[in-house]
């Protein structure tokens, strides 16, 4: 009965030594990380309300808008076990998807979108930026950040 108890025992601390570690397997937060998903959205959100307006008229600052996405995503790819936000901000900038890469996309290729169009768009990569914003904040602090 002792080595069952021991077995036991010795199964649930293995299992608690394998959570902890994997816990610690997401890379530490980072306040340009933070900085650049807060940044962004706002910008983003910002451009997207433009679209209502020709897009010639404004490739200027979706190209600036675009650079910056891909600076970001490029950040985020570079900071060790960060595959998560990584994939966030691919699925974010693709132009063959939903959010802003594909709204982008339309954009250009109609000229002029629709306001209603527009402000569902805004709400889901508004959204989506959320979730990038959520995953860095939630990371955990180093103890020499404030």
């Known amino acids: 009965m002792n080595n069952t108890r021991s077995a036991v025992t010795y199964k649930i601390l293995l299992l608690i030594s394998v959570l902890v570690v994997s816990c610690a397997t997401i890379s530490p937060f980072s306040p340009k990380a933070y900085e650049n998903a807060t940044s962004l959205k706002v910008e983003a959100l910002a451009v997207m309300d433009l679209a209502t307006e020709p897009y010639p008229d404004h490739s200027a600052e979706v190209h600036v808008l675009v650079i910056k996405v891909n600076q970001a995503y490029e950040y985020a790819k570079g900071m060790p076990k ?61 103890k020499d950040m404030p």
């Open 82 to 142: 960060n595959e998560i936000s990584t994939k966030q901000w691919e699925i974010l900038k693709d132009p063959e998807r939903h959010l802003l890469g594909g709204f982008l996309k339309k954009w250009e290729a109609e000229s002029i979108l629709l306001q209603g169009y527009i402000a569902e768009k805004k709400e889901q990569i508004g959204a989506a930026f959320d979730t990038i914003i959520g995953l860095e904040s939630g990371k955990i602090k180093s």
